[in-house]
């Protein structure tokens, strides 16, 4: 199929090499100079596994352009992948989805049929505006324009991202005619049987089952987007609420999880405590959701306690270190981890800033190390002064604590007993519930996880 996207961010980017590897025709737009110049060398704009690689595989078929007037006319599927950022009341601002829209109308054919996709995430409502969105254009031009606006939520995962895309759980198509399907269905064939050969370096999982399309309405598809995240952001705060009580009664939540996630009912992911959600989606789709409810006078009090937990943990370690150091002011932090979750460079709310932010205002000298965030970390954190580590040893040297924020493999791997022995004190707060209490204490270090 001919297809458009407008958009290369983690998620349009994805989508495009995606769908290049699968032998479609993409063109993707975006009016970023800088992302454009590093695509036409062939270089991904994202810090994300496997995408330079599908990226050179593709790279002779797949085409990127500033130009939606260019490519949307030839098209016959167009996705929208542009970001809805929060607004200052905490509602997703769909203005760029809008604005996508409106160019796409104003230079589509009138005699030809197109399948436009919304893949940003949007309140509730918005394929309906972005409908009356085109029909207004197409008055304006004064033309019969033919286009299906049609809502398919993307459900992807930073780090795991093409493994979502080539593996998903199940594909979510939104639309009020049975043509959007069956356009749908064409352009998602070769995921929905299975068909293609896997990338080389992404192989089949062995136990997947064929993923199942769902078709609804647009407003139902637009829901199950912020109804999932949502439900997974509580998934995480119930445990750390859960975890709060474990270091009151002296439980251990890793065990508690584990003993609740084998219930079927409840399953074991997303029970890991530490220290809460960040990262793109869950901060900023909790708070759009709850705009989405202000708006219809209606009350989300299991959504807001959810947000209340989460960002309590980032002020919890604080105290933490607080309780060990006995004071803060004037002592050294080695902080292990800026990124909002491992093998990403993303820094978008991760808890590494507030926490960060918090330190430097109680007088204390901060040392950051993070494998590949800490020029973005850098860049959010540009009005205050903290000393970036090119590695692990540097940050714990002559340190008062190591705080874990974020779970990189190599922080797994590292040498317990070389870090504590050069550390002034040798105090391991663990946010993320990493290492075994035993193993840190028997390296020398006085131990601190989250609920155990
Ligand atoms: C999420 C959804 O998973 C994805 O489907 C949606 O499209 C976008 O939002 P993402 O934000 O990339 O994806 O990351 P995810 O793996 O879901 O983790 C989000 C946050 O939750 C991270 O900060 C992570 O550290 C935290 N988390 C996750 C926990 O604290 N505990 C867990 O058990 C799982």
Redesign the pocket.
């Given at each position: 199929m001919k297809i458009t996207i407008i958009g290369t961010g983690y998620v349009g980017l994805t989508t495009a090499v995606v769908l290049s590897y699968l032998n479609h025709d993409v063109t993707a737009v975006d009016k970023d100079k800088h992302k454009l110049s590093l695509l036409h060398e062939g270089k991904s704009p994202i810090h994300e596994p496997g995408i330079q690689s599908l990226l050179d595989e593709v790279c002779h078929t797949i085409r990127f352009t500033p130009s939606v007037a260019e490519v949307v006319p030839d098209a016959e599927l167009i996705m929208i992948a542009v970001g809805t950022p929060p607004k200052k009341n905490g509602e997703a601002d769909t203005r760029h989805v809008e604005e996508a829209a409106r160019e796409i109308a104003e230079v589509c054919h009138p005699n030809r049929h197109y399948t436009l996709v919304i893949k940003s995430t949007v309140p509730i409502g918005t394929n309906k505006r972005v409908a009356q969105v085109v029909d207004t254009v197409f008055e304006e031009r004064g033309i019969q324009g033919n286009i299906s606006v049609t809502s398919n939520p993307?459900?992807?995962?930073?780090?795991?991202a093409l493994q979502g895309a080539f593996y998903p759980d199940r594909i979510v198509v939104g639309a009020n005619n049975v043509n959007a399907f069956d356009a749908l269905r064409h352009l998602y064939q070769p995921i929905l049987e299975q068909t293609f050969d896997p990338p080389t370096f992404l192989p089949r999982p062995a136990a997947y089952h064929l993923p199942p399309m769902m078709t609804t309405d647009p407003n139902s598809a637009e829901m199950i987007k912020y109804a999932?995240?949502t439900f997974?952001a509580l998934k995480?705060s119930f445990?750390n609420e859960i975890a709060g009580l474990c270091e009151d009664v002296g439980a251990d939540v890793t065990e508690v999880a584990r003993g609740i996630g084998l219930d079927s009912r409840i399953g074991p992911?997303?029970?890991?405590a530490?220290?809460?959600?960040?990262?793109?989606?869950?901060p900023k789709?909790t708070a759009a959701l709850l705009g989405v409810a202000a708006q219809a006078g209606y009350e989300m009090p299991i959504t807001e306690a959810a947000r209340t937990v989460n960002f309590e943990q980032r002020k919890r370690i604080v105290e933490k270190l607080r309780y060990v150091l006995k004071t803060l002011k004037g002592k050294t932090i080695g902080i292990l981890g800026l990124a909002?979750?491992p093998n990403t460079d993303d820094v978008r709310e991760a808890p590494s800033l507030d926490i960060i932010r918090q330190l430097v205002a109680e007088g204390v000298n901060v040392r950051a190390h993070d494998p590949i965030a800490m020029p973005n970390a850098q860049q959010a954190l540009s009005e205050i002064t903290i000393e970036y580590c090119e590695d692990v040893y540097s940050v714990s040297h002559n340190a008062d604590a190591l705080l874990l924020i974020t779970e990189w493999e190599l922080y797994h791997r590292m040498d317990l007993r070389k870090l504590a022995k050069q550390m002034k004190t040798p105090i391991l707060i663990d946010g993320r519930n990493v290492f075994s209490p035993q193993d840190a204490m028997d390296a020398g270090f006085h131990y601190i996880g989250v609920g155990r």
């Open positions: 993307e459900f992807l995962q930073e780090g795991l999932a995240n997974l995480i445990i992911r997303f029970l890991r530490g220290l809460g959600w960040g990262g793109s989606c869950y789709d909002f979750k």
